[in-house]
């Protein structure tokens, strides 16, 4: 089985996430409004890829952005939908496979956010949903995206590298198992901007954090850039 349909067999059970976690709404109260004036007044229109039960697109929803999600778990898009009656046609559900033709909701985004998201390729089609996102941009439009680092070490530690940037996690832990699962780490900032070479910086930080004794750290890069 190809390694994009074992995590679309992962997360069909879903992502529980009942509120945006913190870092969105730092960064969004740190950058996008006030920088870069996303406010939702003119009702930007927004993308959340792989937008899991739609918690960040609930969060800018309120705020005014005209938003629009996709995903690959019927689940996710379920709730969603119950979530967010109103906009019942604003989520669809995608292959796993990027292509590099595709265009959603007819493109001309202000913002794109991938939340946890764009790590599940490897190199070569990370590349292409990355091409693929910029030409769904506005130019002047606005990428916001978490990647997992090599820092990461609860995952990390417990991975073994199969090739194309790609590696598969595997561990036991009394709260849950990990099986199968296909990641892609950055190693440092610049493997990082490397791989957002198509989008201009306009900032680079990261957030991590750490719940129990017995637990290993979480680690997250938070990319945001423009395309010019
Ligand atoms: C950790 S969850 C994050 C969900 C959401 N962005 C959030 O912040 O709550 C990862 C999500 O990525 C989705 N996903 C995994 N591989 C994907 C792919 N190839 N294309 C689109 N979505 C994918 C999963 O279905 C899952 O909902």
Known sequence: MDYLEKNKDFWDSGCPAENPESHVFRTYGRILK???????EKHEKLLDFACGEGANMLFFKKKGLDVYGVEISESNLKKCREKMSDIADHFQMIDPKPSKGDMWYGGGFDVVIGNHAFYYYNDTDLEIRLETIYNMLKPGGIIYATMMGTKMTQFYDNSKEVGDGLSVVNFKHSRFEIKDYYMNFMESEQDLLHHFKLF???????YADKYREDEKENFHYNFVGIKE
Request: net charge positive.
């Open 200 to 206: 201009k910086k306009l900032h680079l930080g990261w």
């Open 34 to 40: 006030p920088e870069l004036g996303i406010t939702g």
